[in-house]
């Protein structure tokens, strides 16, 4: 998330009444659709969907905190693994469960 969208997010977790940086985030994921004229797709077995997929992380008040769009083929494990890779700076725990659950060796 850029330096001012996390401001924004930040002042608006304030208002409710919560800590300005979350203690939980939430990955999830989905496929959708492409048209023909989309320049990359894949296809989502499980789903049955030819298309792509976004991947987004959200915290407990469903403010959004990171998003990824991939080829459908992605798994969710990768898609989260690529959020917290490039958006993960700052946070200093995430909890998944699933197939987004992941132990990466370094």
């Known amino acids: 998330m850029r330096g001012s969208q996390k401001k924004l ?4 977790r304030l208002k ?3 800590k300005e940086s979350p203690s939980l985030l939430i990955a999830d994921s989905q496929s959708v659709k492409n048209t023909d004229t989309a ?3 894949g296809y989502d077995a499980g ?3 030819s298309g792509s997929k976004r991947h987004i992380v959200v915290d407990t008040q469903g403010f959004l ?3 990824v769009v991939t080829t459908a083929d992605w798994t969710d494990r990768n898609g989260a693994l690529e959020l917290f890779r490039r958006h993960g ?12 659950a992941a132990n990466p060796s370094p």
């Open 9 to 12: 997010v930040g002042k608006a």
């Open 16 to 18: 409710l009444g919560r």
């Open 39 to 41: 320049e990359q797709k």
């Open 47 to 49: 789903k049955k969907v």
């Open 65 to 67: 905190h990171a998003v």
């Open 89 to 100: 700076a700052g946070y200093s725990a995430s909890w998944s469960t699933g197939a987004t």
